[in-house]
């Protein structure tokens, strides 16, 4: 802070583009739960790591001196054919592992290289509100201006649902790309086939980019998965980011991808190579061991967290709150209005003292705070004896 007094007198440090990113709630309800003890809800990452032959795999790249040193600026081969396959095992669709794979720092980088390497100044950016907390800030340093469509709670179905007529009427004829997120963080909505369909029928006509943040692929409990790219005219049109991170459970190692026409990979590559050039060589060659496991790995990871999302949604069901149950993700929101409040921000802030767990307000995951200020997410991408633990201390808001 003593910085302040440091350049121009009067001129805020921080520039313009990034002056609402300022602070965020999340440290304030982290160091909550350190001084509380309580049960951390709130972040989504797992409280155990992915599989044991991924760890030695990285362990034995680490030995061998394989990626010790700058790996190849578009990813270590091993990877981006394991990328390939991947996308042609679980989606049929196929990408050329030498011009359309691009390793990432995760699917974050990706998401700020591809709205770097193709947005203008000026250009709008149609996304899914709430959003990934990252999505916000990369729009604005692309220069861009975000149009956020907004999820709709809808009561009948307990899910958060997409209105087409609102996302068509968000495009305008500055518009350059839709970023979407599906499966989606917070809400847990998936997107049907219908609404993917009418999507790229958008895209098609208005001549739009789609970016899409596929990083929950393989936490489908309801439904299924399908990648835009998948659909007629998109093929050509969508960049398609996934990450290592949630399918495997090692969100440490960042190791992202994107999967595009060569122009787009160019294209997000350009932007990408100066952010971090390379990133994470020995975990590289273990993510693509990682990629080609069983269908049996895939289908345990997704079982077990269903297990533990029925265990959260049980439990928070009977603690009071109204619960809209996820198709996909880590992540349950809750109506907190059942309760008898509906300021989130406040409701979180004094949860740890109350209950001894930390959940997130998803009002911090909006542009219109107000469409977001009665709903509560929680993780439970978490072990089942912390889940049980939390269920039990929150019934005590049932009590009053
Ligand atoms: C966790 C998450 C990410 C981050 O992915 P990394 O690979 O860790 O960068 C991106 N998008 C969404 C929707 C997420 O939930």
């Known amino acids: 802070m003593t910085a302040m007094t440091a350049g121009h007198a009067g001129r805020p440090l921080l520039n313009r583009r990034l002056a609402e990113f300022g602070t965020t709630i999340f440290a304030e309800m982290s160091a909550l739960a350190t ?10 990452f797992p409280d155990t ?25 578009p990813g270590v081969p091993e990877l981006r054919h394991a990328v390939a396959e991947h996308q042609q095992r679980f989606h049929g669709l196929h990408y050329d592992p030498e011009t359309e794979v691009l390793v990432t720092a995760g699917a974050t980088e990706a998401v700020a290289a591809a709205l770097l390497g193709l947005v203008e100044p000026g250009d709008e950016v149609v996304a899914l509100e709430p959003y990934y907390d990252s999505y916000a800030a990369s729009i604005a340093m692309a220069g861009g201006t975000r ?26 004829d500055r ?42 692929e393989h936490l489908v409990f309801d439904g299924e998965h399908l990648p835009l790219a998948g659909f007629p005219g998109m093929r050509e049109r969508t960049v398609t980011i996934s990450s290592s991170g949630k399918s495997f459970s090692f969100t440490g190692w960042k190791v992202g991808w994107v999967t595009a026409t060569p122009a787009l990979v160019t294209a997000v590559r350009t932007a990408k190579q100066y952010l971090t050039y390379v990133s994470a060589g020995p975990f590289q060659y273990a993510v693509a061991e990682a990629l080609a496991l069983p269908d049996s790995y895939y289908t345990e990871l997704r079982e077990g967290l269903r297990a533990r999302r029925d265990l959260l949604a049980d439990g928070l069901r009977e603690a009071g709150f109204g619960v809209f149950t996820p198709a996909g993700t880590y992540f349950i929101t809750t109506d907190i209005r059942p309760l008898g409040t509906s300021d989130g921000v406040s409701f979180c802030l004094s949860l740890p003292e109350r209950a001894g767990v930390v959940a997130v307000p998803t009002q911090v995951f909006y542009d219109h705070a107000e469409a977001g ?16 633990e939390a269920v039990s201390r929150l019934r005590t808001l049932a009590g009053g």
């Open 49 to 73: 790591d992915g599989p044991e032959a991924v760890r030695e795999a990285a362990v034995r790249a680490l030995r061998d001196g394989r990626g010790n040193q700058y790996p190849p600026g």
């Open 373 to 388: 200020a009665p709903y509560v997410r929680f993780a439970f991408c978490k072990k089942e004896e912390v889940l049980t």
């Open 175 to 216: 518009t350059r790309l839709l970023l979407l997120n599906t499966p989606h963080n917070p809400t847990g909505t998936v997107l049907s086939r219908d609404e993917l369909a009418a999507i790229a029928e958008l895209c098609v006509e208005r001549d739009l980019l789609a970016v899409t943040d596929e990083v929950y």
């Open 147 to 172: 149009v956020p469509v907004t999820l709709r709670p809808h009561a009948p179905t307990g899910t958060y649902r997409l209105d087409l007529d609102e996302l068509r009427d968000a495009v305008t």
């Open 35 to 44: 001084r509380t003890g309580a049960i951390n809800l709130g972040q989504g």
